[in-house]
């Protein structure tokens, strides 16, 4: 069985209500859709921008498995490799042992507030409670080396919230997020890690690790048995952002991580919370800044449940929201096959060779508006699409959130 | 000698722009001038509002004072009192002695910012380096129970104010008041207090206060060797936030003294910072509520300067822009007695009791605009003004800032 391609990220504008609505109805993937989508996100070259481009193109991750060598070689590329049968099947069997659970993109487990972002994760893996991440969240982040004052604030606020019947997510780090982890452990404490659910990071936080895949949950984009590294952590503060309705930042330095959460949270049209602090400690100078550029002025958690009020009442649940604008067009969803772009031979006015040099030509290692792309090159939005996802198996051009592309 | 009537506060709406600027070229005044403005400043139920409406309608100190007694009996009152040509002598002798000067509203040395303030003192004693006050000026207020770090960031705003050229204005009491002074001594420090210039409060201050009269400047509204009383100290803070730009609250604990500094120096469109602190500490929660209603995030000078630059440069000498809006009508300003109010018995539709009697109908202890008044009654603006002054004078009626009157 095959699902609409509408079925993952897509614009607002430009898609029909009626069969939006159809596309967007959640329903839990077949065993086997599973597997494919896992081994799809976990296959070389591609990311999640890729994934739904694949998906749109192809109709189901199973058509995508079956064209990604000929479409990665295309451009001259190595084929690009696709994650096997066997290792997806014992990645599910060994979440499964776990307890957990792979949760895909558009299925009624999947969090309603991170589907709606850009780049939001194909597949994600859940430990303990898998329910919580249902429920409206705010994420509590900020320093590693915390003062005992900043934890305090952090137990408290998170305590606060999980009072208001709001989930606490964080980043299950050393300092405040382990602070806000405790605070709502009672009331509901999501963590979402930069390696694998299974992985405990810190060592220091293994109690609370065992504790949340308890009474709370885990959440990982990574698969199983990955080892956090930095350049996992951005990716990770993206997700914890996408999560939430609202950040609630206590106790950063400036240039630090939790302003990089911040700034995510920003981007994906999330509010924004901090807690101010002293002028001389320099752990203050985060959130300080924060506030100076606009961010809430947070002392209790009735602050953040001030300004949450007009979203936590009467609020339509997230999923019925058409996802962020700043996506490739709408394909119509069904019949899905048909509506699928043409392949440029067939409606590019020009032939695909010369097509694709004029794409190459148009790029730069500077990111570029895919829409510009199309205006400059005077192709169809669909040719340009299809040319940019060959491109970008074949390792050439790289995706930005935003819509944009750049040579890589 | 007499001076135009124009020349104290009037509303900026209705003033020809050459009368005005005519009638706001600062001089200074005569001796007998200013004994007389100092005795009619000191009178019995006299306070700056009235004083300008007195000047306004008589033209001159001197015949305001001739007019007092036979003006505030008129509503069946007991005469008011005015001070004496004695006590008004010997008070400028002692202000003397002790190396001040008594300033005028109007005057060259009188401060432009002050100026522009609704009820600004008609009246001040300056101790110290009197010309100090004509400086762009910035008030640093806050807690008396400061904390060490409080303190020190006083004295770092205040030194970093100083070195931008900018003089520091402050209340002399504990905690972060005195650390302000200190921060600023070399740079130009200026004390407003609550009671008179000569007496010491608290009494630990007494080395900041010498300090300040010879290296900085004291400023009072009071007469000498007045003791400063609760009910002074609100007048006081108008002072400080009428002289400056802007104040910055380090500090302030809820519904502190400061943060009716605060308020008064936004009813005055002076801008206000305030420097955040941890929520754990009742001392921040006044500057965080400060901030949380559009207060500018404060760390250290620069913060004040970037956003007081536009008003730093280029920025006319207060003294010209016109005074506040919310001011009864402006007299024109020449020739001064044709121009002033006729009485009601020559102008008003109704007899004099006539027009009293529904005035007072018309009033209650709730403050009532007088323009509302003027509307409701439907009496000449000039009659109304007339008959508040009788009013007033008689103690019937309380003047409030915003032109705004009420029933005793």
């Known amino acids: 069985?095959?699902?609409?391609?509408?079925?993952?990220?897509?614009?607002?504008?430009?898609?029909?209500?009626g069969k939006a609505e159809r596309a967007l109805a959640a329903r839990d993937l077949e065993p086997q859709e599973r597997l494919d989508w896992l081994?799809?996100?976990?296959?070389?070259?591609?990311?999640?921008?890729?994934?739904?481009?694949?998906?749109?193109?192809?109709?189901?991750?199973?058509?995508?498995?079956?064209?990604l060598p000929r479409l990665s070689s295309r451009q001259g590329a190595r084929p690009a490799v696709a994650m096997s049968r066997r290792d997806a099947e014992s990645e599910l069997a060994a979440i499964d042992r776990l307890g957990g659970r792979l949760v895909c993109w558009g299925e009624p487990l999947y969090p309603s507030a991170l589907a709606s972002v850009d780049d939001a994760p194909p597949v994600l893996t859940v430990l303990g409670l898998a329910g919580l991440i249902l429920a409206p969240m705010v994420a509590v982040v900020g320093a590693r080396n915390a003062s005992a004052n900043g934890r305090r604030l952090a137990r408290e606020l998170a305590a606060g919230l999980g009072e208001a019947g709001i989930v606490v997510v964080s980043g299950l780090a050393r300092g405040i997020d382990a602070?806000?982890?405790?605070?709502?452990?009672?009331?509901?404490?999501?963590?979402?890690?930069?390696?694998?659910?299974?992985?405990?990071?810190?060592?220091?936080?293994?109690?609370?690790?065992?504790?949340?895949?308890?009474?709370?949950?885990?959440?990982?984009?990574?698969?199983?048995?990955?080892?956090?590294?930095?350049?996992?952590?951005?990716?990770r503060n993206r997700i914890i952002s996408g999560l939430a309705l609202g950040i609630v930042v206590v106790e950063a330095a400036a240039k630090s991580g939790s302003l990089i959460t911040a700034r995510y949270a920003l981007e994906q049209?999330?509010?924004?919370?901090?807690?101010?602090?002293?002028?001389?400690?320099?752990?203050?100078?985060?959130?300080?800044?924060l506030l100076r550029n606009g961010a809430t002025l947070t002392e209790t958690a009735a602050d953040i449940l001030a300004q949450l009020g007009p979203l936590l009442q009467g609020r339509p649940p997230i999923r019925e929201i058409a996802p962020a604008q700043s996506r490739?067009?709408?394909?119509?969803?069904?019949?899905?096959?048909?509506?699928?772009?043409?392949?440029?031979?067939?409606?590019?006015?020009v032939s695909e060779d010369a097509a694709l040099d004029l794409i190459i030509e148009k790029l730069s290692p500077t990111p570029v508006a895919v829409d510009e792309l199309v205006r400059q090159c005077q192709l169809s939005a669909a040719a340009v699409a299809t040319l940019l996802l060959e491109l970008e198996l074949a390792g050439r051009v790289e995706r930005h959130p935003g819509n944009l592309v750049s040579l890589r």
């Open 328 to 349: 490739p067009p709408l394909v119509p969803a069904a019949p899905a096959r048909a509506a699928m772009p043409a392949m440029p031979a067939a409606s590019a006015p």
């Open 269 to 289: 049209g999330r509010e924004v919370f901090a807690v101010p602090g002293s002028p001389l400690d320099p752990r203050s100078r985060g959130a300080n800044d």
């Open 179 to 235: 602070a806000a982890h405790i605070g709502a452990l009672e009331t509901g404490s999501v963590a979402v890690v930069a390696g694998g659910v299974d992985i405990v990071y810190p060592e220091e936080n293994r109690g609370l690790h065992e504790a949340l895949a308890r009474d709370g949950a885990i959440l990982a984009e990574m698969p199983l048995g990955t080892e956090p590294l930095a350049r996992h952590f951005p990716r």
């Open 1 to 17: 069985m095959r699902i609409s391609g509408a079925c993952w990220p897509a614009p607002r504008a430009g898609s029909p209500s």
């Open 39 to 67: 081994r799809l996100s976990r296959s070389e070259s591609v990311g999640p921008v890729t994934f739904y481009a694949l998906l749109r193109r192809f109709g189901s991750a199973a058509a995508a498995l079956d064209a």
